[in-house]
C-alpha cells in the first residue's frame, strides 16, 4: 500500500508542476489590456494590408493605451469615424473598439486607474524599448 501512495504523491507533485503559473481567472485589467493590444495589431495589420479597401488608409489613428483617459475619447471617435462602412475588416475593428469601450466605462470602471490625460500620446506612440540579447 506504501509504494501506491509514494506513486499517487509523485504523480499529484508532477501534475502541478505542470501547470502553467498563471492559471487565475482573467481580471478586468487584464482583459482590457489585451483587447486593447488585439485591436493595436489589427489595426496596424488593416493599415498595412495590400488587400484591404484603399479607405482603410483614411481612417483616424488608433494606438492606445488604456492607462491614457484620453483612450475613452479615442474609442469613441474611431467608432464612429463614418467612412469605410462597407469593408468587413473595419468594422469588425470598430466593434472591437466598441467592446473595449464598453468594458472600460461599465464593467471595470472602479478597477482601472488612468496614469495620464495626455491626448497627444494617443497620436504619436512611443516605440517600445529594444531589448539586446
Not at 38 to 64: H, M, N, W
Not at 70 to 93: I, M, Q, S, T, W
Not at 98 to 121: E, K
Amino acid at each position: 500500500k506504501l509504494p501506491t501512495m509514494k506513486m499517487l504523491l509523485l504523480l499529484i507533485a508532477l501534475l502541478s508542476a505542470a501547470l502553467p503559473a498563471s492559471a487565475a481567472p482573467p481580471t478586468c485589467y487584464s482583459r482590457v489590456l489585451a483587447l486593447s493590444k488585439e485591436i493595436t495589431e489589427s489595426f496596424k495589420e488593416l493599415q498595412t494590408s495590400k488587400t484591404v479597401d484603399s479607405c482603410a488608409g483614411t481612417l483616424p489613428r488608433l494606438y492606445l493605451d488604456i492607462h491614457n483617459y484620453c483612450v475613452l475619447a479615442k474609442l469613441r471617435d474611431f467608432v464612429a469615424y463614418p467612412g469605410c462602412d462597407r469593408v468587413l475588416e473595419v468594422n469588425e475593428l470598430k466593434e472591437k473598439a466598441r467592446s473595449l469601450y464598453t468594458i472600460l466605462i461599465s464593467y471595470c470602471r472602479r478597477d482601472l486607474v488612468f496614469l495620464t490625460d495626455d491626448c497627444n500620446a494617443l497620436e504619436i506612440p512611443i516605440s517600445p524599448p529594444i531589448e539586446h540579447s
